[in-house]
């Protein structure tokens, strides 16, 4: 039994009241004389002692009657009745989303979410049904309506609970939109169920960079209400982070940082330095001294050169200090070496200038930070190549190639050579079946009426993929004075790229054994076309060296979260084997997507021991960058989507106040039901009623004696 005002039970010290009225009998004080009793002899009144208890009925029923209001006031109610009657009853439709992105890993927040998910638990009524679900950049359920009333009425908070305990914060990105309209639909799913009301109860930090926007274009369902428990109470508002910008570069001083500060920052000055991978963030080491100072004012950002790396070590990660959260504080960089490119060119001298094919290789291939590349004139009288064909990656043609070229280039071709084969005229053009060893057909020089155009461009190849754009795919300004002409017929699988107005192939693929070779049939001097004049060929001529040359190309960034193929990396071999930066190793095939769950170092292999060799390719994950973005989200946003939440933040202490007044509403409301008190009272005023009758007949009992003496 429970009361519902339990303070009322203090009201039954008044039982000791009727036991002080038996037992004080005080003999009578002062003396009035009466003229008429002057003459009759004194008689005392026989006063008996204060210890005796003349009448124990009729005091055992007074302080019962007093005993049964006091616990009427108070309101009694059973509970065991509460648990019976609630397992009949229609209760609620109830949704715990619980974040566990990476901004939950900050200090504290994550302990204050699973106090929340606590107290919340402690509100529910048995008759309710819940459902949890936890969400990162995907959302999963932890627990179904089903499962949830499987278990045993003792269980249910307890398994809940323990549910929540075994999650951890991840590194993935915050989907809140995502997150809470799937919580939406599935309460959604309950619309027609004889419940009493559906509600969503959202844990999380709630911080700006958290993608609430999906919900401006959904429709929230009607009768699902919106509880919000934000954890975070900004006690530490200063967040600095690090991020790189653009791709890992192979030298220090071409690795560019975006430092970011936030909002409602108390401090404004960072430090950024190189930590080895024995180092802890917080420890100050030697290479701490390879480390630069950066002032960001709050709310801003600033795009600065990453420090000098060390020489005794090869540090993998940059760390900011000098702010108040340190989850997001380090960036991690994979060096790679520089791609070594070794192009060999049999053609005419530069010195011939615009108008050869020589001039404009230079210019058009140029070093950058991630490649180096070397171009190699093999002269016809060259008595060996300027290359071995193993350091080889590009053999372009421009002239007629001596015999001893063409059997190098044959044999280069058969192990998986590439060349790039420029006709200048048709009868250097014609090599290109000596070359291949076929059927010889006549190659002869098109007849141009001032310019030629082309008519069509394959935008699926490789090549031609980065101006599959309606902002870049015009290519209507280039012009061709000459070309040649070929026939296809004999040529090994041949596959036209681009084609000139009248039909004839412009640009076209061969693929040779192991080798691949790719023709232009009009040169790009000054006497051919405008190809070196136009605002294209410069990469689009980056991109065939890349393709042909199989060059493992690499995103800007990878974050957490997203997903990798092996076939974007150049790979090619059936089976992949991957090292996280946990050091777990794991397979797959080269077309399958693997995803990117841990921010460190992933390393990628054609088998399980290649992992540490240099050849191995190695590249870096981070956190991703709205994760940084800690500044609290405003409720209006939500409210402006149509999500109906409350007025003003719960904190934590809120949370657990309002658990306790749901409960206080829940006991009032069967205390109600139950109105013992009613029954207590009825009791009370029978007692009273007997004690009433039973006094009278006590009284005038002793007065019948009274007259008879």
Not at 86 to 96: F, L, N, Q
Not at 333 to 349: S, T
Not at 449 to 472: C, G, K, Q, T, W
Not at 481 to 508: D, I, M, Y
Request: charged content about 25%; glycine content about 4%.
């Amino acid at each position: 039994m429970a009361f519902l005002t339990p303070l009322y039970l203090l009201a039954g010290l008044a039982v000791g009241l009727p036991v002080l009225f038996h037992l004080i009998r005080r003999t009578p004080k002062g003396r009035q004389v009466f003229s008429s009793l002057m003459f009759l002899q004194p008689s005392p009144p026989k006063v008996t002692k204060r210890s005796r208890v003349e009448d124990w009925l009729l005091l055992l029923l007074r302080a019962l009657v007093v005993c049964l209001l006091a616990v009427a006031f108070a309101r009694p109610f059973m509970r065991t009745q509460d648990k019976l009657e609630g397992a009949v009853e229609p209760g609620r439709r109830i949704v715990i989303l619980i974040d566990t992105s990476a901004s939950m890993l900050r200090a504290e927040l994550w302990d204050e979410a699973v106090s929340s998910v606590e107290a919340t638990l402690d509100s529910l009524k048995p008759s309710d049904a819940l459902s949890l679900l936890s969400f990162d950049s995907e959302t999963e359920q932890q627990i179904s309506f089903t499962e949830w009333i499987g278990l045993d009425l003792e269980l249910r908070s307890r398994t809940v609970l323990e549910l929540v305990k075994k999650l951890k914060p991840t590194s993935s990105a915050t989907e809140l939109g995502q997150a809470m309209i799937t919580a939406a639909d599935l309460l959604e799913e309950h619309a027609d169920e004889q419940i009493t009301g559906r509600k969503l109860f959202v844990v999380s930090d709630f911080q700006s960079g958290s993608h609430w926007e999906t919900l401006n274009g959904y429709e929230w369902p009607e009768g699902v209400d919106v509880e919000i428990l934000n954890v975070d109470d900004s006690n530490r508002p200063t967040n600095a982070s690090v991020q790189l910008v653009g791709n890992e570069s192979t030298t220090d001083n071409s690795i560019r940082l975006r430092v970011n500060n936030s909002d409602n920052a108390e401090q404004e000055l960072f430090e950024i330095a190189w930590l080895d991978e024995f180092s802890k963030p917080d420890e100050v080491t030697g290479s701490r001294q390879h480390s630069v100072k950066v002032y960001v004012p709050p709310g801003q950002s600033k795009v600065i050169h990453a420090p000098e790396r060390p020489t005794t070590a090869t540090p993998q990660r940059l760390v900011i200090s000098g702010d108040q959260q340190d989850f997001d504080n380090t960036c991690f960089i994979a060096r790679r070496e520089p791609w070594q490119v070794n192009i060999a060119f049999i053609g005419d001298d530069a010195s011939a200038g615009p108008d050869s094919l020589r001039f404009f290789l230079d210019p058009l291939f140029s070093d950058t930070p991630n490649r180096e590349i070397t171009i190699h004139d093999w002269k016809s009288d060259a008595v060996k190549a300027p290359v071995d064909e193993e350091e080889l990656t590009l053999l372009v043609i421009g002239g007629v190639p001596s015999e001893s070229q063409l059997q190098r280039s044959r044999s280069w071709l058969a192990q998986g050579g590439r060349i790039l084969f420029v006709a200048t005229d048709p009868e250097q053009a014609e090599t290109l079946f000596d070359l291949l060893q076929a059927t010889p057909e006549p190659v002869r020089e098109a007849e141009v009426i001032d310019y030629a155009m082309l008519r069509s461009v394959d935008f699926s190849h490789p090549v031609f993929e980065p101006f599959n754009d309606p902002r870049f795919a015009d290519f209507s300004k280039l012009r061709f004075w000459k070309h040649r002409e070929f026939n296809l017929k004999s040529l090994p699988e041949p596959k036209v790229l681009a084609t000139f107005e009248e039909g004839a192939p412009a640009l076209f693929e061969l693929a040779e054994e192991k080798g691949r070779i790719v023709v232009f049939a009009s040169g790009w001097n000054r006497s051919d076309s405008d190809l070196a004049v136009w605002s294209k060929f410069v990469p689009m001529m980056n991109g065939l060296l890349e393709y042909l040359g199989e060059q493992r190309s690499f995103r800007p960034v990878y974050i957490v979260g997203s997903e990798i193929i092996p076939t974007e990396f150049g790979f090619s071999e059936e089976k992949i084997f991957v090292k996280s930066p946990t050091g777990e190793l794991a397979s797959f095939s080269v077309e399958e997507p693997y995803q990117l769950s841990e921010i460190g170092i992933y390393t990628l292999a054609t088998s399980e021991g290649e992992h540490a060799k240099a050849d191995s390719l190695r590249f870096a994950v981070n956190l991703p960058p709205d994760e940084s973005k800690t500044a609290p989200l405003s409720m209006d946003l939500l409210a402006a989507a149509g999500v109906p939440v409350d007025s003003k933040l719960k904190s934590l202490d809120e949370a657990v106040t309002n658990a306790s007044t749901q409960r206080q509403l829940m006991n009032r409301e069967l205390e109600s039901k139950q109105q013992i008190w009613k029954w207590l009272l009825v009791t009370a005023l029978l007692f009273l009623l007997l004690e009433t009758t039973l006094a009278g007949f006590r009284q005038r009992k002793t007065n019948v004696a009274v007259s008879a003496n």
